[in-house]
């Protein structure tokens, strides 16, 4: 009897270890490197990460049927398809980018072998994100890795390691992981020139920058191109004469970050100055405050001014406004971001904010259906697979029928001093720009002066409307009826120096020079990309507002509709070049160029072609 229980006890131990060690978890569980990242040139390790230093931890689960999403995406947004303008739900757009069951049981698998129970979770609406907030020791262990405190040239810190661990078996499973290898630092895209005066004097503006019921005025009388006003623009991009027919129904948005808020004192004095019947938006747009971002409308402190803090969220603020009036913005403005204290233990994170911002938004079932976004950084300083991932992300938005607008940088080609590889290799290369290279999104550069419109170029604070080719994303379909023959045009210049088969951009211009803007009481002037990204915003948001009125979607993602024949409704600029890394730059050209895309906006076209949309094609 005793043989035949230790028998028995023996293979049921037996057993039991056999079923461990074949479990999914436990049979695999090497580390290997995921992936990893030069630091960039311009951070520099100064110390190692303080223990207790918390991190909101992201991680990216696999898309289960993103080449299906993508499918949706290019169908609804393709004007000679069926399907043109029948946008995604959210919830129909979470089920094609959850996760597959056995990925999400290997991740929990595995964070729970970590101690982190389910409950210490937080999840998107499609559970293919997911947040843990962890102290940097419990981060290592999970991820085999170092952290370290790096700093910025200009001066702010960032918590961050250049490469990350996973299990072997992992890895097919989990697209990214952030904040990690990421030296993502959305700057803002805009230069600010000098002050012009207090608001508190006396301003006597040209007597055509502010009235109201002006008929039959022209760009001459509306625009100067050294101080460019709501009048000027409306007037250039005809939207003065049309009204808004469904305001609440269509609405638009922007994006603030780093701190940035806009501020509705100065925003009402703008107003009351260069758009009056507009002075009431100041104190009824909305606030989307998301991760703790800053809606703060209290002066700012010595530190804030001397930073320029709210110089970017006016700017787009008083812009949108100042053209899109009546139509609803929301302002959306996200924490997650620098300075971190590098000599004291805080649970202030250092949390790259696009994430932060993309996982909240994505989750929202309603949606301004134009958003503007004036921040980027060099594609370099983000890792492919946090590059893929985000522009991934701004897919799911597009498929949902949002028009996504970037900024394509301030530097031309690159700026002049920095144009060097971050692959180790020190190569001389120019620098695209991201979110600008993500082919999914609509990228906008910046002209000036008004007859013709040229590339717009400042040598007095070096700003150039960014340009260029990622290195990341290869040339989409929808351009390749075009730029292969300007990259011919180009004779070979620059061979070497950019990725001929990548994502040109931008798609779009419109004017970023010399802007008025109010920012603490008084009047400055700003030049960028950041100008021209709202303004092309605001004219666009006007055409989903006659689409709405109408009754049909709104446009969506632009891009397909854009380079198939909306082109037609843009003005072509065929003057400048886009200027950096101590060179000319690519240079506007007859058509699509790699400095203004197809030129800027003309709201009576745009309007007439984004109505004939769909159903076969345009107009002749």
Known sequence: MLLTVTRTVLLTLLLAVDAALASPVRARTAYAVKDSHVVPSRWRRVGPAPADHWISLQIGLKQSQFDELERHLYEVSDPSHHRYGQHLSASEVDELVKPADDTSE?????????????????????????????PVNAVERLLDTNYSVYK?????????????????????????????NSFFRPAPLRSTLKPVMPMAKTYSP?????????????????????????????TLYGTYNYTPKVPGLNKVGLTDYLGETNNRSDVYLFLQQFRPDAVSEAYTFTFDIIADGS???????????????????????ETIIGIDYPTPLIAFTTGGSPPFNPD???????????????????NQTALPQTISTSYGDDEQTVPYAYATTVCKQFAQLGARGITLLFASGDNGVGPTGRCFSNDGKNSSIFLPSFPASCPYITAVGATKNFGPEVVAYDPRNNFASGAGFSNYFPRPSYQDAVVPAYISSLNGSYAGLFNASGRGYPDIAAQGYHFLTVWNGTIV???????????????????????????????????????????????????G??????????????GWDAVTG??????????????EAGGGGYAK
């Not at 886009?578 to 007859?590: E, H, L, Q, T």
């Not at 197809?598 to 109505?611: C, D, N, Q, S, V």
């Open 344 to 362: 004291a233990a805080t649970t202030t994170d250092t949390n790259e904010p696009y994430l932060t911002w993309l996982n909240a938004i994505l």
């Open 206 to 234: 040209s007597k055509w920058h502010t009235p109201n019921n002006v008929s039959n005025i022209t760009v001459a009388q509306a625009c100067n191109a050294s101080a460019v006003t709501p009048l000027c623009l409306r």
């Open 525 to 575: 002037t700003l030049d960028g990309t950041s100008a021209s990204t709202p303004t092309a915003a605001a004219v666009l948001s006007l055409v989903n507002d006659a689409l709405l009125a109408r009754g049909r979607a709104p446009l969506g993602w632009l891009n397909p509709w854009l380079y198939a024949g909306g082109y037609k409704a843009f003005t072509d600029v065929t003057m």
């Open 598 to 611: 197809w030129g800027t906006p003309y709201f009576p076209k745009l309007e007439r072609l984004a109505l």
């Open 152 to 180: 910025h040239d200009e001066g702010d810190f960032a918590v961050r390691t250049p490469k990350w661990s996973l299990p072997l078996h992992l890895h097919e499973h989990i697209e990214t992981i952030q904040p990690t």
């Open 577 to 590: 070049s886009a200027i950096g890394c101590g060179v000319a730059g690519f240079p506007a050209a007859v």
């Open 106 to 134: 290997l991740v929990h698998d595995w964070l729970l072998d970590n101690g982190i129970d389910r409950h210490r979770l937080e999840y998107n609406s499609a559970k293919n994100w997911i947040k843990v907030t962890l």
């Open 295 to 317: 809606a703060q409308q209290t002066p700012d402190n010595a530190t804030q001014l001397d930073a320029g803090t709210d110089l970017e969220g006016n700017l787009d603020a």
